[in-house]
């Protein structure tokens, strides 16, 4: 199979925006090309496959056989990629003292970040910090796939016994809900009155993160309603004033949501959250991440912003 050697990485970016989109313009918005541009480059791909990939319609685009044989070996062939890019990225920071440091929410919390920078950076002054912001589809904030060596996140994690990590703060779950709620004129709110109400959910891939701030634990086997998903804290703020659900947020992150329209309130009946540093297990001995970690836990147990919490690690 010869002639099918040389398909690049972003023929097979194009195909997939396409198969998903079903629509051109569509998925050449999305991949920031010109719509020309896209259906030019579909159509080499095709040539050099030797076969129709899409069968254009009058009611749009549709996958043909081939099509849909394909999607699944490229969607594997890109998740690769990415994977392979993430561990490209994490040893050219090796090779330069940089340590890249994830995080799915900002941490804010009265000045948490400069405090530990500025005392890692007296004890390492040639390392470099890179700050890397993730999605909120992987809980791990690029832990699991190694795009990160360190990250702020979320207990509890997928995967638990791969990590070590230290208590950065520990703070009550608020509900937010839209001020128009007829439970927000209530001082506090019993988690048994919220129970049936939609709530908005992380991705599925967050795992037992989603479960977590869904309050699963405390519905007596009861599921959950989703009223929508939620990826960032934006859409998290735009779905609450859209009143398509409530959620749950930790009371450190409250000041990024509520914005107008949006209130919290204390929540009876549920446990408080964990906000961590955490790192693979494996990468405990490395000079920066043990200095990253032991600066973070004298930060916390120094109490900037009111954190006193360092707990035990892992």
């Given amino acids: ?33 010109s719509q020309p541009a896209l259906s030019k480059q579909i159509r080499a791909l095709e040539r050099q496959l030797g ?17 849909e044989a394909l999607l699944p070996h490229a969607r594997r062939v890109l998740e690769a990629w990415s994977g392979a890019d993430a561990a490209m990225a994490a040893a050219r920071a090796a090779g330069r003292g940089t340590l890249v440091v994830g995080m799915s929410t900002s941490p804010g919390r009265g000045g948490l970040l400069p405090a530990i920078r500025s005392r890692f950076t007296a004890a390492h002054p040639e390392a470099v910090v890179r700050l890397r912001q993730m999605g909120w589809q992987d809980p791990t904030a690029g832990l699991a796939d ?33 001020d128009s709620h007829p439970l927000a004129a209530r001082e506090e709110i019993d988690f048994a009155d919220l129970a049936d109400e939609p709530f908005l959910a992380l991705p599925p891939s967050a795992g037992p993160l ?17 009223g929508a998903e939620i990826a960032g804290t ?16 930790a009371a450190g992150n409250a000041p990024l949501i509520t914005l107008g329209g949006v209130v919290t309130r204390p929540v009876r009946g549920i446990g408080p959250s964990r906000y961590v540093l955490a790192w693979r297990r494996e990468d ?3 000079p920066l991440v043990r200095g990253y970690a ?20 892992g």
């Fill in 1 to 33: 199979m010869a002639m099918t050697t040389d398909v690049h990485v972003r023929d097979l970016r194009y195909f997939l925006a396409v198969a998903e989109e079903l629509h051109f313009t569509r998925a050449a918005e999305r991949l920031y090309v």
């Fill in 51 to 67: 076969v129709e990939l899409f069968r254009r319609d009058p009611r749009g685009v549709l996958l043909t056989e081939a099509g």
């Fill in 146 to 178: 190694g795009g990160t060596e360190v990250a702020f996140v979320w207990l509890p994690l997928p995967d638990e016994e791969r990590y070590g990590w230290t208590v950065v703060a520990e703070e009550p779950r608020l509900v937010a809900l839209p």
């Fill in 210 to 226: 989603r479960d977590f701030w869904l309050a699963v634990d405390a519905r007596s086997g009861r599921p959950p309603r989703v």
């Fill in 234 to 249: 934006e859409e998290t703020y735009e779905a609450l004033v859209a009143g398509l659900g409530i959620c749950l947020v």
């Fill in 284 to 286: 405990e001995g490395r």
């Fill in 294 to 313: 032991e600066a973070c836990r004298w930060v916390a147990e120094a109490g900037a912003g009111g954190m006193s919490e360092a707990g035990p690690r």
